[in-house]
Structures are given as C-alpha cells and as structure tokens.
C-alpha cells in the first residue's frame, strides 16, 4: 500500500483571505491549485501532465497537505494510467475554472483510493462564480481558455486579460478599484509561476486535437468517484459513453459538444454538465459497468442524480429531444412566459429620476442661513465654505439651471477629484451633526443632483465603511424620523424626508450605485434599510412624500425585473447591469407594502400607477411565484384591491395596466 496526498497552494498567495468579502460579499479562503503526491513524486497538470519531486515545482512548497488515504494499485498501472490521461489532460483543454488542475487530481485521486479532493476545494469555481463578480469575469475566462478549432493552427498562450478588460470584469464587485488591483495581481502570479503559460508545439502535437467548444463546456471523467461527485454537484447531468474505436461515436460527437456549450451557457451556466466517459481510459469501463452501459455511443441522463433516460446509437435529433425533456424537467420554464401581458411588457424599466435642477443660489443661501443660526465652530465655517464656494460653483457647471436638465443624466461624468468627494462627504457629516432633519434637506438636495452623475454615484458606491457615506447618514436620519411617534417631527422634517427619497430615487441612474442600494451584503450593502424606509414612506400621509416612495419602489422592482429577464434571455448573470440577488423574505415584505399601500390610496392616480406597475415587476417571473407570493396574494385580497382603485382612475393605460396585473398575476 503507498500513501496518497494532497499538496495545495494558493495562487492568490493569501490575498484571496484578505480581500474576497469585500470583493464578492463571500468569504474564499484561496484560490486553490493542486497536485497529487504518490510513489514519491509530485503530478500536476497545467502545461499538460507535468511530475515533478514533491515540493520541488514552481509552485513552491504547500500551503497544506492533505492526505487521501493509501492506494493498492501499483506505481507500473499508475504510470499508464498517467499516459491514458495525457491524451485527455493537454495544454490546450486547460481552463481556469472548468477543466483544471483539481480536475485532474479529482481524477487521479478517484482512481487511486476511490475517494475524492475536499469540496471546499472542488467547489470553489461554483462558490466564485455564484457571486456578481465572479459570473461578471467568467466572459473574460472563457475569452482567455477558448478550444482551437479543429484543423487552424493554436493560438498562443492564454493571454493574460488587459487592464480595461479587468476593470470591467472588476466593476461587479462592491469595490472595483480592489476587484481590479486583486485581479491583475493573481493573474500575474498564475502566469508568472507558469500555471497558464503557453503550451509548446511538443506538448500539442503529443496531445489529442482540441474541440471547437469553449473549454469546460465537457466533463471528462476516468472514475466512478469523480462521475458521483459530478451528479452530486449538478441538478441536471448527461452522459456520453465512448470508445476510441467507435465511428459512430466520432459522428455523433460534434453535435454533443455543441448541446454542451449551448445548454451550459448563459441562463444554463452553473445547471447542467455534460460529461463524457471514454470506456477505455482509466476506470471509465468501471463507470460504465456500475450504469449497464455495453455498447457505444450511449448517453445516459440524470435528474437529481438518478438515472430517468437512456440512447444508445448516434441519433442526433433523438439526443436534442432528450436533452431538451431533461432541462424542461429540472428547469420548468415560468408560468408566467405563457401568458400575454401587453401592458406589463410596454412598461419601461428605465429608473424614475427626479432632475429637476433648483436655483442653486436659492439652495445655498438656505443652507447657509441655518449654518450661520447655529452655533459657530471653525469645524462648522469649513464645511460652509465647502459647500458653497466648491460644491455649488461645481454643481453649477454639470447642471445649468435652464435647458434640457432632463438629459443631466446622460451627460458625459466631469472630472470631478476624489479629494473633493472626500472633503464634501466630511462636510457633510459636520453640519448632519449640528443641523436638525428639517434644516438639512438643502444638502440633501445638492446629493440628490449630483448623485444623478456618473463619476458621484461611483464614487458613494464604493465608499469604504471607514468613509462618511452621505447616503447612509441621510437614510439613518430618515429612518429615525418615520419611526419616531411625535407627529410634530414627523410635520418639520417632511421636506427632509422627501428630498432624501428623491436622492435615493436617483440612486437608480447609473448600475454601480444601484447595486450598493440594492445589495444586501459586502461592504455598502443597503437594501435592509433602503426597503425599511420604502416599507414606512408608503403610508406617509403627505401625496407628495407618498409619491417619492411609490417612484423608488418601482425602482427597485424595475431594477429586479430588469435582471430577470435578461437570464431568462440566456445573458450570463455578472453580464446583466445590476445582478439583484432574490431573496424569498425580502420580496414578500415589498409585496405586502405595496399591495397596503394600493389598498390606502385614494388620492393620487400616479401613486397608484407606479405602485401597480411595481407590483407587476415584483411578481413577474419571480421564482418564489408559486412556492410563496400566489397565496399571499389570495390571503391579502390583491386582486379586489386592484380592482377597487379602478373607480377613480381616468388613464386608459393605467386602468388596462391595473386590470392586467389584477387578472393575469393576481387571479
């Protein structure tokens, strides 16, 4: 019996640790590599099959090892089992993320003591990947490892990302400024360590020709332990029984390979695997005796890890039929893609904005008379003259108080220093400590135009917790004020209350912000206080307060819809603009608001519109539809509380939407 182990090592050299909750929102210990260590020597793939005396590659020494037990087999099979597997195992297959080294170690291990690597090892691509920031890079990756075609000469290595394409990936994370530098700094070290440089003309020609496919789109598996660990680790699994002798199954492989990178793409990313198993390569005989699989090619279909369908022969239109019945089996499409929805698909989700820009003179000398009526500090005279000989000049030059203010939004971002950001923020927090809620709503408006900028709304989304952030000072305040019970500070500070609803209305303008306000965890996440605030505001009893909370809840439920539809479209999900995370809890609670909100307004017909069309976005296509919101909205009547509000509504299109949503979502 020989000992087997484990050496891993993290290619992030403990920046992972650091840095991944502040990056994804999800704490990742490294970014693993692994090679086997048996009959005294050290076996890895990257470029290839590569051995090495243990501890002695250029990866260094470990940072753990694990051991897996001991192996019966002798070091004579091992090395043809090595040489079966290079023709699997070459540079050209390797990808990041899909098809790497802890893929071959699963391997190899399975085929040593049938056991398999740890799954906080196995599971760290889908761990990654389930993040915004992960799915956001995962277009990169793919870009990085993309299979030769068949016949056209290999490109060179992988090539290490350009900045501004890592920047973009970066953008998805609560912090792209350090989702950018971490990024850069780990693709270096993967690169510079020679994990991902290029394969040489020997090791390709030594290898078997690449598929078409993006790498990773396939399993290969040699082992009945890494094949169970697979169906465990998929909801949805098809298997291609092959031998390299079988013509008919060298005819039927394109068409596999193209289901494969169809299906497990886009909105399939993460859902499915597609695995083949070559019956003569490793322990794929073993794989095939356990499942009765006697001849080639047959293709076995999993759900739930168990066996529900069997092909035998090359039959391409009966293999799409298959795979198709499997996904709508494991993947029932929404209830909701049958029915017609005229008025809910007309509706816009582009954000509410209030940019209307006031008499900034106006504003300062507002701000400036309840300044001068406190009491005085050199703290105090600073931030005054911050904001009125920096702020407004500035704010002067991005928004003109005259022309076409509705277009301020898209205007191109002023170069605007961060230093200054910095300081307004500090100011900011001074006079939130001296002035009182009804006297700060002059800078509140400031934030509330200047938030509606691109380079300003970036900038607060990726404040630090360190930082003043004006937003959370301003919804703290807000929130005090609509949980307070005097009605006396409820009256003085509705001016507060309604600028700072506004604000964060605009929040919604550009996606980096509205990820932040959206987001319910990572460094900035303010969706708990945000929705506590849209919760309370709803019942205020000023129309105008009311319709500030209507206009950020259809934001809010815009932004959710907007990012349900582009996955149910196939877009991979760090590619929609803002990624929401849904949340069972969280959508029953704005569900509830709003439909008691509907029930309570009697006054404004444009209430009630963006609140109906809120709703309409909130149970659109919501997976928690039939498990949770169907019943809760027989419970609360929703469909009698539409239908009420019709008495008093004169818009043809709002009374078509309100019946709509009534009897097609609420029925």
Known sequence: MSKVQLYVYDLSNGLAKQLSRQLTGRQIDGIWHTSVVVFGKEVFYGQGISITQPGMSHHGQPLQVVDMGETAIDEDTFNEYLTEMREHYTADKYHLLDFNCNSFTNDCVGFLTSNSIPDWIKDLPSDFLSTPFGAALRPTIDAMFRRPVPGIASPAAPQLPAPETVNSAASASPNPALASAFLQAVASQ????????????????????????????????????????????????????????????????????????????????????????????????????????????????????????????????????????????????????????????????????????????????????????????????????????????????????????????????????????????????????????????????????????????????????????????????ALALLDGADPTQRASGRNYLLTVLRALTNGFAHASLSKTLLSRVGPGGKRGPVTRAVVAALLHDDAAVRTAAASLAFNLAATLQKSRVEKLRGVTAGSVPTDVEEDEEWEVELVSAVLEALSNEAQSEEVVHRLTAALAFLLRLSPFYESQLASLLEVLQSRETLKARLVNLQKPEVRKLVEEVADKLCA
């Open 190 to 477: 993967a690169y510079s360590s020679g994990s991902l440089s290029a394969p040489t003309p020997a090791m390709l020609s030594n290898g078997t020709p690449g598929s078409s496919t993006v790498a990773g789109a396939i399993h290969m598996c040699t082992n009945p332990s890494s094949f169970h660990s697979l169906l465990q680790g998929h909801r949805a699994a098809v298997a291609f029984f092959t031998s390299p002798t079988c013509g008919p199954c060298r005819m039927i492989e394109p068409l596999f390979e193209d289901l494969a990178h169809q299906k497990t793409h886009g909105s399939g990313s993460g859902r499915v695997a597609f695995v083949k198993v070559d019956m003569a390569v490793g322990m794929g005989n073993q794989v095939a005796g356990e499942w009765g699989v006697r001849v080639t090619p047959t293709f076995l279909f999993f759900l739930d890890g168990k066996k529900i369908g069997e092909l035998k022969g090359a039959n391409g239109s009966e293999l799409r039929s298959q795979v198709d019945l499997l996904l709508y089996q494991a993947f029932p499409p929404h209830p909701h893609t049958k029915l017609s929805l005229p008025a809910i698909e007309a509706l816009s989700t582009n954000p509410i904005l209030f940019t209307q820009v006031p008499a900034l003179d106006t504003v300062s000398t507002k701000l400036t008379s309840f300044i001068d009526a406190a009491p005085s500090s050199a703290e105090l005279q600073t931030a005054k003259q911050t904001v009125t000989a920096i702020v407004i000049p500035l704010l002067k030059t991005r928004f003109p108080e005259k022309g076409a203010t509705a277009e301020a939004a898209k205007k191109p971002a002023f170069t605007v220093p961060v230093p200054l950001l910095t300081s307004w923020a500090a100011s900011t927090r001074t006079l939130a400590n001296v002035l009182p809620p009804s006297q700060l709503f002059p800078l509140v408006d400031l934030w509330r135009l200047a938030v509606l900028d691109s380079a300003v709304a970036s900038w607060l989304a990726t404040a630090t917790p360190t930082q003043p952030n004006p937003l959370q000072l301003f919804l703290d305040k």
